[in-house]
Nanobody, 122 residues
Framework: QAQLVESGGGSVQAGGSLRLSCVAS????????MGWFRQAPGKEREFVAA????????DYAQSVKGRFTISRDNAKNAVSLQMNSLKPEDTAVYYC???????????????WGPGSQVTVST
């Protein structure tokens, strides 16, 4: 079974930048679409960004469009999320996920990482 592990989370001030990475093992990475989701306390897990198997199709939530960039390196079994112009409302646990197709729905992803905390302060 595929396993995912996120890294790169931490605390930054508003307007700063942070880069999250996710490394996969136990599966054929290039067979999966990859997504990033986030969940703040008391809120549902929400879609952030996703990228197709070959990186041709990319989609973002409207709340992060123009600020975040998703990318993947299939040779390294890794997907990244570059986050710029961070806002306090971006504070959440960020999760890496693998699925069959690019989707906004959490049920479309079969494998999930344990999450990485991102905190943006004022």
């Amino acid at each position: 079974q595929a396993q995912l592990v996120e890294s790169g989370g931490g605390s930054v001030q508003a307007g700063g930048s942070l880069r999250l990475s996710c490394v996969a093992s136990g599966g054929i990475f290039s067979n999966y679409a990859m997504g990033w989701f986030r969940q703040a306390p008391g809120k549902e897990r929400e879609f952030v960004a996703a990228i197709s198997r070959r990186g041709i199709t990319i989609d973002y939530a409207q709340s992060v469009k123009g600020r975040f960039t998703i990318s993947r390196d299939n040779a390294k079994n890794a997907v990244s999320l570059q986050m710029n112009s961070l806002k306090p409302e971006d504070t959440a646990v960020y999760y890496c996920a693998a699925g069959s197709v690019v989707s906004y729905d959490v049920v479309s992803y079969a494998f999930w990482g344990p999450g990485s905390q991102v905190t943006v302060s004022t």
